[in-house]
């Protein structure tokens, strides 16, 4: 037994390290994997032309574009909802049985598995409302899956305004909603922006809620309406890496790269957002 | 031209129904989450009994006459889950601690945007890397006939959950006050003696919403645990085995489906099975958070 609390102390603190050590350094081990063995699959013509002789040949440029055009649809649905949903819970709801009640609702949308959100998708958009597999179908899921990330952080922004800039603003007569609007919207705009971006990021990502919902298993053409079904780069990656047999590996870890490249570059751009305004900030 | 009052009035009574209708929304979608749902998945049982579905062993959706007992894949999620879990917990808390009372500030924030970016992942990319990586050397290092096992997904799911249970924990951690540490150390404890006697019991609750939140992760995640589980729908002998989750079921099942038929109604009702979990897990991480501000 070891009586001395001070080497007790040294060895706790190796242990600690060597855990912190087991999730950090696999990171990095797989950054650098993805980047290594991918790189080479990258070109232009990769990035830019339609996938030919069942995605053995050609490029991924149908599945970017599915996924950009999700993304923005997403955003389209969920950024408005998320941020009038925040604004009602940080600057109108009363401390009561109903507010507890939407926060727990928040809770829990961000903990349903994203296969169930696909389950919903297919269920009310797909189905009931005859959206058919379809774009349009395809962002309303990923916008309710998304829509606790855009309350969170717009929420936080908000209450990061001083409630002193408020009073001075009620104190002119000026009404509650112009409050909002002119004095603390702007304020906590940054926090805004980067819960949008990490929803972004989100959403460009998963899987699972757009299996049924949108996902082309193999389109070699772009998506003309809303109602069009698309390729979209995490299907295409699960696709062409478990159910096409003979794709050369370069392929898979070209398009695993272009993926991870745009989910973390976004990811970056909020970090960034984030920094640079809370070193702005006055109060 | 300046608005009239009562024109302003009206624009901003409008306004603020929009937000009151925007802030009760998510209450909204859970709602209908369940409904879609059940609308499905209550149609299963109108043929086959609940008991058959939850305890029966043999899941062939497709056969004739065809079984539809999830039993096997309640199973394979909970071996997954559990693996995933002791893999985890320990190795999570131990990292929240060293980021956020032993390393330095520059470290810490270096250690924090390598967690984040774990976090930022997309779980299809870490399933392809896992099936690359990880599987063969299961498949190598433990002589087995295949490395898509249990154990590959419980390694590759403990991973997973670790930006979770590192931030929340680590969140926890912060906000036990200041002066409890400060206390602790005038008494002449070192360090580890505050860590290990005082903070991390004062911030037990957040870390055990921090470990349910985690197993959350866990029991929904989909892509990895489908492209390296191995998907054999029957009860494993051992962790070496394939095993199927109930995720893994609903997404690669879903697209063979009839619309209207029994294997269709069955995936919905694995959705609630799923659905109730995460909420049971949710509700009690939520109030181990509120125990904490009492």
């Given at each position: 037994?070891?009586?001395?609390p001070y080497f007790r102390e040294r060895i706790a603190f190796?242990l600690l390290?060597?855990?912190?050590?087991?999730?950090?350094?696999?990171?990095?081990?797989?950054?650098?994997?993805?980047?290594?063995?991918?790189?080479?699959?990258?070109?232009?013509?990769?990035?830019?032309?339609?996938?030919?002789?069942?995605?053995?040949?050609?490029?991924?440029?149908?599945?970017?574009?599915?996924?950009?055009?999700?993304?923005?649809?997403?955003?389209?649905?969920?950024?408005?909802?998320?941020?009038?949903?925040?604004?009602?819970?940080?600057?109108?709801?009363?401390?009561?049985?109903?507010?507890?009640?939407?926060?727990?609702?928040?809770?829990?949308?961000?903990?349903?598995?994203?296969?169930?959100?696909?389950?919903?998708?297919?269920?009310?958009?797909?189905?009931?409302?005859?959206?058919?597999?379809?774009?349009?179908?395809?962002?309303?899921?990923?916008?309710?899956?998304?829509?606790?990330?855009?309350?969170?952080?717009?929420?936080?922004?908000?209450?990061?305004?001083?409630?002193?800039?408020?009073?001075?603003?009620?104190?002119?007569?000026?009404?509650?909603?112009?409050?909002?609007?002119?004095?603390?919207?702007?304020?906590?705009?940054?926090?805004?922006?980067?819960?949008?971006?990490?929803?972004?990021?989100?959403?460009?990502?998963?899987?699972?809620?757009?299996?049924?919902?949108?996902?082309?298993?193999?389109?070699?053409?772009?998506?003309?309406?809303?109602?069009?079904?698309?390729?979209?780069?995490?299907?295409?990656?699960?696709?062409?890496?478990?159910?096409?047999?003979?794709?050369?590996?370069?392929?898979?870890?070209?398009?695993?790269?272009?993926?991870?490249?745009?989910?973390?570059?976004?990811?970056?751009?909020?970090?960034?957002?984030?920094?640079?305004?809370?070193?702005?900030?006055?109060? | 031209?300046?608005?009239?009052?009562?024109?302003?009035?009206?624009?901003?009574?409008?306004?603020?129904?929009?937000?009151?209708?925007?802030?009760?929304?998510?209450?909204?979608?859970?709602?209908?989450?369940?409904?879609?749902?059940?609308?499905?998945?209550?149609?299963?049982?109108?043929?086959?009994?609940?008991?058959?579905?939850?305890?029966?062993?043999?899941?062939?959706?497709?056969?004739?006459?065809?079984?539809?007992?999830?039993?096997?894949?309640?199973?394979?999620?909970?071996?997954?889950?559990?693996?995933?879990?002791?893999?985890?917990?320990?190795?999570?808390?131990?990292?929240?601690v060293?980021?956020?009372e032993v390393?330095?500030?520059?470290?810490?924030?270096?250690?924090?945007?390598?967690?984040?970016?774990?976090?930022?992942?997309?779980?299809?990319?870490?399933?392809?890397?896992?099936?690359?990586?990880?599987?063969?050397?299961?498949?190598?290092?433990?002589?087995?006939?295949?490395?898509?096992?249990?154990?590959?997904?419980?390694?590759?799911?403990?991973?997973?959950?670790?930006?979770?249970?590192?931030?929340?924990?680590?969140?926890?951690?912060?906000?036990?006050?200041?002066?409890?540490?400060?206390?602790a150390?005038?008494?002449?404890a070192t360090r580890w003696q505050s860590i290990w006697r005082?903070i991390?019991?004062?911030?037990?609750?957040?870390?055990?919403?921090?470990?349910?939140?985690?197993?959350?992760?866990?029991?929904?995640?989909?892509?990895?645990?489908?492209?390296?589980?191995?998907?054999?729908?029957?009860?494993?002998?051992?962790?070496?085995?394939?095993?199927?989750?109930?995720?893994?079921?609903?997404?690669?099942?879903?697209?063979?489906?009839?619309?209207?038929?029994?294997?269709?109604?069955?995936?919905?009702?694995?959705?609630?099975?799923?659905?109730?979990?995460?909420?049971?897990?949710?509700?009690?991480?939520?109030?181990?958070?509120?125990?904490?501000?009492?």
């Amino acid at each position: 037994m070891i009586k001395n609390p001070y080497f007790r102390e040294r060895i706790a603190f190796t242990l600690l390290f060597i855990a912190t050590a087991i999730v950090v350094l696999p990171v990095i081990c797989i950054l650098f994997f993805i980047v290594k063995e991918g790189w080479h699959a990258i070109s232009w013509e990769f990035l830019s032309q339609m996938p030919r002789k069942g995605m053995r040949e050609g490029g991924i440029f149908p599945a970017i574009v599915g996924t950009l055009y999700l993304v923005f649809g997403t955003l389209v649905f969920a950024l408005p909802l998320g941020i009038l949903s925040a604004i009602y819970l940080s600057e109108y709801a009363k401390d009561n049985f109903l507010t507890r009640m939407v926060k727990l609702a928040i809770i829990n949308l961000a903990g349903v598995p994203s296969v169930v959100y696909g389950l919903f998708g297919l269920g009310i958009f797909v189905v009931f409302l005859k959206f058919g597999s379809s774009l349009l179908a395809g962002s309303m899921t990923l916008a309710i899956m998304v829509l606790p990330i855009i309350i969170t952080t717009t929420r936080e922004a908000l209450d990061s305004v001083p409630q002193s800039f408020r009073q001075v603003s009620y104190s002119l007569g000026v009404s509650k909603w112009d409050t909002i609007r002119h004095v603390v919207l702007p304020h906590a705009l940054p926090g805004i922006l980067t819960g949008m971006i990490l929803a972004v990021s989100r959403a460009a990502g998963e899987t699972a809620p757009i299996l049924f919902t949108v996902a082309a298993f193999y389109l070699p053409r772009l998506p003309k309406s809303i109602f069009d079904q698309a390729m979209a780069l995490p299907y295409h990656l699960y696709v062409i890496s478990t159910q096409v047999p003979n794709i050369k590996l370069e392929v898979r870890y070209g398009t695993a790269l272009v993926l991870l490249m745009i989910v973390l570059s976004l990811n970056l751009i909020a970090i960034i957002v984030r920094a640079h305004f809370r070193k702005k900030r006055k109060w | 031209m300046q608005k009239s009052f009562s024109q302003k009035r009206l624009q901003e009574w409008i306004i603020e129904r929009c937000i009151y209708m925007s802030g009760i929304a998510s209450i909204i979608f859970v709602c209908l989450i369940f409904l879609f749902l059940a609308k499905e998945g209550f149609s299963l049982f109108k043929n086959i009994s609940i008991f058959d579905f939850l305890l029966g062993q043999k899941w062939y959706p497709i056969s004739t006459p065809p079984f539809f007992g999830i039993l096997s894949l309640i199973v394979g999620s909970l071996y997954v889950t559990l693996g995933a879990t002791v893999i985890a917990v320990p190795i999570g808390i131990a990292s929240a601690v060293y980021i956020s009372e032993v390393a330095p500030p520059r470290v810490r924030e270096i250690l924090k945007s390598g967690i984040e970016v774990l976090a930022a992942i997309p779980s299809v990319v870490l399933g392809f890397i896992g099936m690359m990586t990880l599987v063969p050397w299961v498949k190598n290092t433990f002589h087995l006939s295949t490395g898509l096992t249990a154990f590959s997904g419980a390694l590759m799911l403990g991973f997973m959950a670790m930006p979770t249970i590192v931030s929340i924990a680590e969140d926890a951690l912060n906000a036990v006050p200041k002066r409890y540490k400060e206390a602790a150390l005038a008494l002449g404890a070192t360090r580890w003696q505050s860590i290990w006697r005082v903070i991390l019991p004062a911030a037990s609750s957040g870390i055990v919403a921090a470990v349910m939140l985690g197993i959350g992760r866990v029991i929904g995640e989909t892509m990895a645990v489908m492209m390296i589980t191995g998907n054999a729908a029957r009860i494993p002998d051992n962790i070496f085995q394939p095993v199927r989750t109930l995720t893994a079921t609903v997404a690669a099942e879903m697209g063979e489906t009839v619309r209207g038929s029994d294997h269709y109604y069955s995936l919905f009702a694995i959705g609630i099975v799923l659905f109730i979990i995460t909420f049971c897990i949710n509700l009690i991480a939520d109030f181990a958070v509120h125990r904490k501000a009492k």
